[in-house]
């Protein structure tokens, strides 16, 4: 069942979205990748596959299968959790060729092909377009998400979400790299009542003091 809420996208960066994809919003953890109809409502809202093709996919996969990739999805975003988690903070160095293979691996299967279709002022243009073969080549598209953030972010200001209990990974691409908060509504938010909360107290006590 796809989750009844919008995923996160605040993450600046369509391969961090990915890790989002699980989240602590309230009190339990939720999991926009939890089985194949999840796997495909993700995708869909992050624009990673187009609308067409992805019907097509849901409506050729067997029974079971859309799950199963939904299982390499979650084990595919732990992984670059990982990958992630121990490097931000600082910019990538030389031993991430070799720690990235498995993504290499991943994009290795892609069966990408140029055409020329119509563009806009009645010229021509080169496309990449996708064969979807199956419903495996759903990852496809989510390893190059992943690999776009490898070579264009730059790891030191790639940051978690500074409220206690969130979970949450962003790019900071703000001008003074000043970001702290997956959003301000939540997190911001959470946070600035919490602190006028500690005001509110600090200032009863220093009165029940006098
Ligand atoms: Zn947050």
Request: overall charge neutral; glycine content about 8%.
């Amino acid at each position: 069942m796809p989750v009844n809420m919008p995923a996160f996208f605040i993450a600046d960066a369509r391969g961090i979205d990915f890790l989002n994809s699980i989240a602590t919003p309230s009190n339990e953890p939720i999991d926009w990748l939890q089985d194949g109809a999840g796997l495909v409502d993700w995708l869909r809202q992050a624009g990673l596959v187009p609308a067409q093709q992805l019907d097509e996919i849901v409506r050729n996969a067997m029974p079971g299968e859309l799950d199963r990739v939904a299982d390499q999805a979650r084990d595919l975003r732990e992984w670059f959790r990982g990958f992630v988690t121990g490097r931000m903070g600082r910019p990538l160095d030389s031993g991430t060729l070799e720690d990235i293979a498995p993504l290499n691996r991943l994009l290795e299967r892609d069966e990408a092909y140029g055409r020329i279709v119509p563009h806009e002022g009645g010229h021509l243009a080169l496309e990449v377009a996708r064969r979807w073969r199956s419903p495996e080549s759903l990852l496809i598209p989510i390893g190059e998400a992943l690999a776009h953030v490898v070579v264009e972010e730059d790891f030191t200001h790639v940051k978690a979400c500074q409220g206690p209990s969130c979970t949450l990974l962003f790019a900071d691409h703000t001008r003074g790299r000043a970001r702290r908060w997956c959003s301000m509504s939540v997190c911001g938010n959470r946070a600035k009542v919490s602190a006028h909360r500690t005001r509110k107290k600090n200032i009863a006590e220093e009165h029940h003091r006098h």
